[in-house]
């Protein structure tokens, strides 16, 4: 038996799992530091693996917005991680792991 579904409802619930995945205040709500952790590697992983399944998936990550702590004004998911790369406090890993997402995006024209 198959089941087929819908492209665009597919790619909403990857995007929605990203906007989840990458806020850092959805993060911050978890009672525990190493849930905190894993929350934001879960979201920077989920984003590396939709970069690296081409170009289709990285102009739906290009068009999320996300609320930037300043002034209430949107930046993109690049600029989000860009934040985390500067954010105190971050690990090691999760640098590096924002790094290898960033490099993977500049594989393709659209990064």
Known sequence: ??????????????????????????AQSHPNLPIKVRHLKAGIKLTQSLIICGPPLID???????????????????????????????????KLLIIRTLDNLLVFKKG
Do not use: A, C, R
Not at 4 to 23: A, K, P
């Open 60 to 94: 739906g990550l290009l068009q999320l917005e996300f609320s930037s702590g300043e002034n209430n004004h949107t930046v993109s998911f690049i600029h989000k991680l860009l934040d985390f790369l500067v954010t105190p406090y971050m690990n090691m890993y999760t």
């Open 1 to 26: 038996m198959f089941i087929l579904f819908n492209f665009e409802e597919v790619l909403s619930t990857l995007m929605f799992w990203v906007q989840q995945g990458l806020d850092l205040t959805l």
